[in-house]
């Protein structure tokens, strides 16, 4: 590392006001109390959590973050790999629970080649396995004797599970599987730890007896050794290169030439084959796969809250720092203007701001939701109950839901992650030309996270579920068969109304900003359904439609679910009425730019007049962002993101931003370790020149 | 680097249709001709030349672009300095020209360490230095005998030059200026070259005369030794750090302690001191720096196009060799449709397309007006000139001319760089999982690309200026003293035709699509000044007004410039009917696919009716999508990016995608020479357990 800077530069301070001095400011002009707000979000257990691993973690050296953004690929994702044993070895030796293991790796900042070890694979095999499996593999996996991936994905196929090229051929003659890659585009692709790091992997392949398919199953492959760790033979394994983001990872390549594995590693809890008849057995509980998906797809909007946050907590701390330029209007001498006092910039951070507690408080919703109905069912089902009783009809109710449930959690895992994703974005713009550099914290971050919006479902492809799942309970609708469920009663609510028309008060009532949003969906589903079932149109020729249903919806379940957030007695028990009064001016926030942003569709549907929407835009945003304004350090404070987990020059709490932007290019950049000859030819050129210019 | 995959691999191709085959289609189903359209865009000189230079740079090992995207930081500045180098090497050999020098940077697809002294330095010393600097300075630095840099931003100061804080102190008794930086906010920063590569810095300092300030001047400094290449004493200078793209450029800060220069070292074509009496002598021709500002500006608009294009080939590519489920109303056993097929992938990708040829036709008649109207000025500026003649009116009407220009500039160089750095963003997701992947070309296109959106003039500040022009327009136009241009007559004719309303047929005449884009930003503009003028609303509360206003303006000039371009008799003279046909299509796919985005603003400046948007959206835009689909290929074929350029595995011109994923992946790739130890514990403790799970 460079040699510190000399006795002058030391000296110097950044022009005053000072960071810290603004910040305190910030501080000083809310009310907020910030402690609590903390805690309602996060509960105290979290918090506590956070700080206890905070405090133990960040002094080890091996999770130095520093050299994060210059290192190569190959020196990154050794050092990740060693930060994920030293994690593993932490967590065994504290007797972590899942918690404590799932906040570590946040604090740690990166995805690590253990990742889909300790996510898919181990979740896989607990939740597709038999009890002898388990034994066999899960058992092994949970004490890293094995290490694991999930291999799904192909080169030549991604979101179309149906048409992957792996095959798993039965050879009822040694009760054996035959996995084989036939083609190029058949190699397994993008699978997470398999790059270098593991030694099994659960493979999705065609399943074949007697010549006849059915369908994609899971294998249990090992690749590589135990002891030498080389690929085992007929077996073709690597990491698939750089990438975006996510270069801590070792996304990996497999190919098979006709591998042999064993009967029992065919993950047999939903389906199998009997050795003896070697006829292929029914899959057993599909609505339990179904509910995992949903699980981890309303996670993941619980998650973009978090995400979001992150770069509205860097991005709003820093327009409180930044200074630059007089409000035109100002005094002549006043000195230069906080940027986050410009309505441009306000525009769009705030808005982002109040999506990140949108986002959360709807995955709040969503889970509980999950939970409820899961353990709905669960009591329903089992053995206990009176068999001529309420299950049975409990069950249909608790599947209706999951349906509604899964459907929602389609179109809320798409809009939530690009909301997310493209709002890191605006945030790293809004930072102006820092936004740009490493330090910011933004931009690595930002490239971590994109690969959500294409996971677990591509956001593009996911609509036409949501589409489809809108237009049955619109037809269950029409012929009287709805469901009891919240999208067939906005479904049934528009069509007793729609001759009447809408006349909502979105400007005044809050309640009616959210029948609003329900009227517009509700009306782009019955025209989608026209288009589709009465035009006979093509599909095809739909998905842009769909796509724009889809968000509608979605966008009324994040107002919806806020809306209930904020009016619920929990939050008014937690918290003051000041606080309680802004989280209602953040719901309406967002409630009311979303419907600018999407003002077309909300004046053709009849849901508010032109009139309203322009009053919205020049009057009610604009109100709101005056009101919110003083507060947004403290609530972004109260998301209690710390530090180190931040690794953010521009977003450091106590307000150095410069001084901290300083210290690392001049003290932690290797760069400037390097000297340069900087001519094109040989220096000797330039001996008959006049040596300097110097006084 | 690893071993060659074995045999058994090697045999192995994907699986059919190739994508050569699908290719090979897609260009039979097109009549457009693609070597016609290309000499059109470019000219068959611009082609020649990059086919020379491909030839000539791709053998050389130094320019090899393999390992980019895994190398660190040091490395890949030192590796791109050495490609700086021998491309200078090679330029002085074969003594190349500007253009040729332009397109070997452009082919080598990276900036260098010498970006910033072969433009900006070069420039400014050309620009704003006297005969006596130039030889002083530019010659020297024409021979890289000594490198530089523009030291302009600060740590605590980019878009606002008035608050820079560097000092340039005037001493009367020795002749000299003192430079200094009096707080850290003071630092250069983001200075290309400038970190471990040059040796000067033209350096924009506040200049001070017996305590008086005159504002920033640009001062000639040198800040490292020309011998031993070691900063100079009292420089304290370094590189600022790794960032989200440009990590090839050495971006550095700068610090001085009170250094003393000579007085020729002031650049002092506009402005200087005249050493005998210490007075400072005023700026001459200030439009002629304007002007320059307007053709860098109007250049970006150009390149915007180019970059865009990179994007929209790779995307528009891959989508036609990508194979992804069945279209839901095909036959049964129909095979995998080409996602290009999808409508919800056409939407994103085709408007782009028609994005790519807009701003090009845009830029190149914006560069062909500035040229115009310079050489008109300096005509008529010129001591031939008759003095009581046409010289005076001609020299008004041109700044008149360039006062709409530079405006026009302004908000043009925001639209278009926001428009390719976003759609670089839409293309890469469009590509859905492999997108992700550096081999895809895009994600480090995009990261490089992304500071055109701030430098230049930040994309939301530049705003302010259109506005503030339009608004003066306006009130010229209501006082009858308008300027003779297309921004006043649009004016004017917005107020003549205001009572009786307007009624364009979008949907079937091409001209009123144009007038319905300038009816709208008249609409805006004087809404705009009704809020300001009348209501006195401050300029803050306007701000995002202004940018609507600035983004509408900028959207009609587009529009406007497209519709010229693919009406002009040189577009008919050099292309045959059909692909003439096609570019009218494409003209009309960017103009409405706009309208429709922004229908709440043509609604309600009643330029549109809500029935023509809604058939805008559900008809001509899919109508549109339909006629160019079959010729998006060869539409794309026709920028004639080479493929070394592209740098692109999903990209290529021979549609073997798959193939070069899994060379690169496996044959590129440092971190498959990695060897991990999988386990969190030593490996000793496995032995108890039984070793493998194999057969």
Redesign the interface.
């Known amino acids: 590392m460079?040699s510190p800077?000399?006795d002058?530069?030391k000296a110097?301070?950044?022009?005053g006001p000072q960071g810290s001095e603004l910040l305190a400011q910030e501080r000083a002009q809310s009310n907020v109390n910030v402690e609590k707000l903390s805690e309602y979000l996060h509960t105290k257990a979290a918090l506590e959590r956070q700080d206890k691993l905070v405090a133990l973690l960040q002094p080890e050296k091996v999770f130095d973050k520093s050299q994060n953004?210059?290192?190569?690929?190959?020196?990154r994702?050794?050092r990740s790999?060693a930060k994920?044993?030293?994690l593993?070895?932490i967590a065994?030796q504290q007797k972590w629970n899942m918690e404590e293991l799932h906040t570590a790796n946040e604090l740690i900042g990166e995805p690590t080649?253990?990742g889909l070890h300790a996510s898919m694979f181990l979740v896989t095999l607990r939740e597709q396995g038999t009890p002898e499996q388990h034994k066999?593999?899960l058992e092994?996996a949970q004490k890293?004797?094995?290490?694991g991936c999930y291999a799904q994905?192909e080169?030549?196929?991604?979101?179309?599970v149906r048409?992957l090229?792996t095959t798993a051929t039965w050879n009822s003659d040694d009760k054996?599987f035959t996995i084989n890659?036939?083609?190029?585009?058949?190699?397994k692709?993008?699978i997470g730890s398999l790059?270098?790091?593991?030694?099994h992997a659960v493979v999705m392949a065609q399943l074949f007896i007697d010549g006849k398919s059915f369908g994609p199953h899971p294998f249990?492959v090992?690749v590589r050794?135990?002891?030498t760790?080389?690929p085992?033979e007929?077996v073709?394994v690597?990491?698939?290169?750089?990438?975006?983001?996510?270069n801590t990872m070792?996304n990996g390549?497999l190919?098979f030439?006709k591998v042999?594995?064993?009967h029992v590693?065919m993950l047999a809890r939903f389906s199998r084959i009997d050795k003896d008849t070697n006829k292929y057995l029914r899959p057993a509980l599909p609505t339990l796969v179904y509910g995992t998906l949903t699980w981890v797809r309303s996670n993941i909007v619980l998650q973009a809250g978090g995400v979001l946050a992150r770069g509205v907590t860097i991005a709003t701390r820093y327009a409180a720092v930044r200074r630059?330029?007089q409000?035109?209007?100002a005094e002549p001498h006043a000195g230069?203007n906080q940027v986050l006092?410009?309505?441009?910039v306000q525009?769009r951070l705030l808005p982002l701001l109040a999506s990140m507690y949108a986002l959360h408080f709807t995955g709040r919703g969503m889970m509980a939701l999950y939970e409820q109905n899961q353990s709905r069912m669960k009591a329903a089902s089992s053995p206990g109950q009176d068999s001529r009783g309420a299950g049975p009809e409990e069950l249909r109710a608790g599947a209706d839901l999951l349906a509604d449930l899964h459907a929602t959690s389609c179109g809320l895992k798409a809009l939530a992650s690009t909301t997310a994703g493209e709002g890191l974005?605006v945030c790293?713009?809004a930072c102006?030309?820092h936004?740009?550099?490493?330090?910011s914290g933004i931009?690595?971050y930002y490239?971590d996270y994109?690969?959500t919006?294409?996971?677990e479902g591509?956001n593009?492809m996911l609509t036409q579920q949501v589409a489809r799942y809108l237009l049955k309970s619109a037809r269950a609708v029409l012929s009287g068969k709805s469901a009891d469920n919240d999208t067939s009663r906005i479904l049934r609510n528009y069509l007793n109304r729609r001759d009447k028309g809408a006349s909502f008060d979105v400007l005044e009532e809050d309640a009616d900003i959210v029948a609003a949003f329900a009227w517009r969906t509700a009306h782009l589903t019955f025209e989608a359904l026209k288009h589709r079932d009465a035009e006979k149109r093509?599909?095809?020729?739909?998905?842009?439609?769909f796509?724009r249903l889809s968000t509608a919806h979605s966008q009324y379940l994040v107002v919806k679910n806020f809306y209930e957030a904020v009016s619920s007695p929990q939050l008014a028990s937690a918290l003051d009425q000041e606080t309680k009064s802004l989280m209602h001016s953040l719901f309406r926030l967002y409630a009311l730019h979303t419907l600018e942003r999407e003002?077309?569709e909300f004046?053709?549907s009849g849901a508010v007049t032109?009139r309203q929407?322009?009053l919205t835009r020049?009057t009610a945003v604009?109100k709101l962002l005056d009101e919110i304004r003083p507060h947004a350090v403290r609530l972004v404070d109260a998301w209690a993101i710390p530090d180190w987990q931040l690794d953010s020059s521009l977003g450091r709490s106590d307000g150095q931003v410069?001084?901290d932007?300083?210290r690392?290019?001049?003290q932690?950049?290797?760069?400037?370790?390097?000297?340069?000859?900087?001519?094109?030819?040989n220096?000797a050129?330039?001996k008959n020149?006049p040596?300097?210019?110097?006084?």
Chains 1, 2 share one sequence.
Do not use: C
């Open positions: 460079p800077p000399p002058w530069v110097l301070k950044p022009a953004h210059s290192l190569g690929r190959v020196e994702l050794q790999l994920a044993k030293r593993q070895q065994e080649p253990y066999l593999f092994r890293y004797q094995i290490i994905t080169l030549g196929h991604g979101s179309n048409g090229e054996t890659s036939p083609t190029l585009t058949a190699s692709w993008w790059g270098r790091t593991a030694n249990v090992q050794d135990l002891e760790h080389q085992l007929n073709y690597g990491d698939i290169g750089p990438k975006f983001g996510y070792d390549f190919l030439n042999k594995i064993p590693n630059q330029f409000d035109r209007d230069e006092n410009y309505k441009m525009v974005e790293r713009r102006g030309g936004g740009y550099s490493s330090y931009g690595p490239s994109l690969p919006l294409t996971w591509d593009y093509s599909w095809n020729s739909l998905l842009v439609d796509w003002a077309a004046f053709s032109v929407i322009t020049t604009m410069y001084e932007l300083f690392r290019a001049s932690e950049n290797p760069v400037n370790d390097l000297v340069f000859d900087p001519y094109p030819w220096k050129l330039l020149e040596a300097k210019s110097k006084l």
